[in-house]
């Protein structure tokens, strides 16, 4: 498969879904893509269809049997939440596997994006801006600097400052 083909499949499995702010759910996910593609197109991949195990009928058995390369699975499995996993288990659990750590990179910098945080309610707002930010503590760890700008400056540039001030 190729990248507008499985753009396709992300958008048929996530038809009628809507993120926290309202906005279609293939909005997010083709963010995370973009914010991928410096790293070529089966990360692209994972970023497109980064939830759709998660938040679809699809399941990984079918993804491989749609021809999704093995690479582009494990990414995705990898950053499926699952039942009963804490949060910073999974981040923990991500970060065994460089193309997860930068697909998760790339969800979490969109899903910190001032913008987006600004139409939600204000406790929810500052409940989900400390999860995320203790979540870039630990994946921003186990990535190179470099890559990281890479990603947070197509889909959250004001991420900047923050990794900027990580730096010795």
Not at 86 to 102: G, N, Q, V
Not at 129 to 134: G, L, V
Request: hydrophobic share 45%; no cysteine.
């Amino acid at each position: 498969m190729n990248v507008a083909e499985v753009d396709a499949l992300a958008a048929s499995a996530h038809a009628g879904q809507f993120d926290k702010i309202g906005v279609p759910y293939i909005e997010h996910v083709r963010a995370v893509a973009a914010g991928l593609v410096p790293f070529g197109d089966e990360l692209v991949m994972a970023g497109l269809l980064h939830d759709v195990i998660e938040d679809t009928d699809w399941t990984a058995v079918q993804l491989r049997e749609h021809g999704l390369p093995d690479r582009v699975v494990s990414a995705v499995e990898a950053v499926t939440n699952q039942k009963g996993v804490p949060y910073e288990e999974k981040i923990r659990r991500i970060m065994t596997s460089s193309d997860a750590t930068l697909v998760k990179i790339a969800d979490n910098a969109h899903n910190s994006r001032p913008d987006r945080a600004a139409q939600l309610p204000e406790e929810k707002r500052t409940r989900l801006a400390r999860k995320y930010r203790a979540a870039r503590d630990i994946l921003w760890q186990a990535a190179e600097d470099r890559d990281i700008e890479a990603i947070i400056n197509i889909v959250n540039p004001s991420l900047l400052d923050e990794l900027r001030e990580r730096r010795p």
